[in-house]
């Protein structure tokens, strides 16, 4: 019988409690972290994947991937019947993409070399062009096939290294238009860091001069670009997209090349002696520059290879003569001295005087330029004549301060408001002015010499044409404007986004039969007897005045040659000055280049033999 003793494990021993009872707190603790960990991991996951992910996709693209921008076509400008003055044409240009450059430090070398620089000078100028790493920085431009062969051929040793077709600035108007569309060249350190938030870029080019400064944000469109993918070499695989480029807007001028062609070639024969000028051709009616020539003139195309020479050639062909020169005017100022003295009731049209050929002044003799004297005349024939006497006499009865109060409202001493960088305010000089500038007070020498535009007068040859043109309107100064329309051919059909607007920037404020008197003064200069005779077009009513204005250039003795006129006097078309340094009288050399812009403009054949330019007339103004 087995009892409950010989049961197995009934009266063994029990198992007792382990030595070590784990620490169920430190256990849970251990759990907690290993959690907190994998939150973090999953929050660090879910930030960089989801809050950063695009910005990290990006940058991975970027490391794989480079930009390279394409440069937009700058927009055309053409002439008022749409023949195009500046263009582009497509060149090479070799860029290096910084990053590769850091990774690379033996492309610096080989680069400088292919390129005939130094090590330091290639450093220096991508560092001053680089805007980011990866954005390619223009180490040279428009390279000749010699050079693309050579880093062709060593493109395997230049990663990083890339050569692309962009368009660069040519200029088709041959030396016609130089001051009027200006330049384009680098963008320099200075301007980059103001222009940086516009997305300009090292190397861009930029509007300098004329209507390309003025107008930069029409002409220099919006850029596009190419997406290419490296390998780790940094050479190219593959473009990936591309966004092409938009060229710049279109500018159509109010110029007609044809006008400028004529006022050109008779510059050229008045500086093929010796005497740079300028010209300018305005519309009364609307302000619209029909003409606007300076010469000398240089060809744009190689302004940047010439630039040495042009800066220390005697002639200064850099000069825009047109608005960015005063001179002393002559007796084209007496225009305004007329109506002064007509204002102020100084005069009245039926005024007379006697002309001996010389007045007084202290112990001073004032000779008039006919030096025997114009005997007795009335207010038309001084101004047809262009008697000296008749206008001191007018002069002094006016007094300094009218003169220059006129002289302002004729638009001296301001600027013209041309859509052109240079624009001189021209001088009207007062006892106030000349004190500032060390000239002493005022004497009554002075106003002699303000009256018949001497002295420390200055007025530009724009500004000329601009007070000729309110004559001719009726006594509104308008604002002179070279675009006559900004056409956008973005959409690929020609958009008008801007045209030309008659701006008024004041008025004269004449009588009209004052003014009417003046014009009939500046007929007769026209008429057999008057200063400008002999440059009369037949069938052509012309309005005009002479000027020889007294200069000293290089410490020698000058008269430049000036004349002012606008045609037809009935309803008045065309207004213009000329201006010839050094060119004589006015009836010399100024006036018979107008004639010819004259006869281009209303399409009369001249028999330029007859009056040439240079050609002496004894005894006119």
Known sequence: ??????????????????????????LKCFYAAILVLLAVIIARLWYLQIVKGPELAGLAATLRTR?????????????????????????????????????????LPRLALLLHKTEDELADEIRLNKTTPFDPVPVATDVDIKLLSEVEEQRLDLPGVLITKD?????????LCTHVLGIVR??????????????????????????????EAELRGKEGGQRIEVDARGRMRRVVEEVKPLPGRTLRLTLDRDLQQVAYDALQEAFAKGHPGAA?????RDGAVLAFVSVPSYDLNKYGTDYNKLLKDPSHPLINRVSGSKYPCGSTFKLITAAAGLETGAITPTSRDYCPGVIYLGNRAFHCDRRTG???????DAIGESCDVYFWHVGMRVGAENLAAWARRFGVGSKTGIDLPVDTPGRVPTDRWKRKYGYGPWR??????????????????LQLAVYTAALANGGTRLRPQLVREIIDYSSGKPVVVHRLKRQVRGTLGLSKAYRDAIVEGMRRALEPGGTAGRCAIPGLSIAGKTGTAEAVIHGKD????????FAPVENPKIAIAVLVEGGGFGADTAAPIARRILGRYFGIKLDNAAVPIGGHSPGVD
């Open 1 to 26: 019988m087995i009892t409950d003793k010989d049961k197995p494990g009934l009266g063994s021993p029990t198992i007792g409690l382990p030595d070590h009872i784990p620490n169920l707190r430190r």
């Open 67 to 107: 930009l390279i921008r394409r440069v937009p076509p700058r927009g055309e400008i053409r002439d008022a019947k749409g023949r195009v003055l500046a263009t582009n044409r497509s060149h090479f240009v070799v860029s290096v993409l910084p990053d590769e450059m850091k990774k690379n430090p033996q492309l």
């Open 167 to 175: 368009p660069i600035r040519y200029y088709t108007d041959n030396r």
């Open 186 to 215: 680098p963008i320099n350190a200075e301007e980059l860091e103001t222009l940086r938030k516009k997305g300009y870029r090292g190397g861009d080019l930029i509007g300098k001069e004329g209507l390309e400064y003025t107008y």
């Open 280 to 284: 300018v051709a305005l519309d009364p």
């Open 374 to 380: 114009h005997g007795a005349l009335g207010f038309y």
């Open 444 to 461: 009554p020498g002075d106003t002699l010499n303000m009256a018949i535009g001497q002295g420390f007068v200055g007025v530009s040859p």
């Open 558 to 565: 000058v008269s430049h040659s000036v004349f002012v006129c």
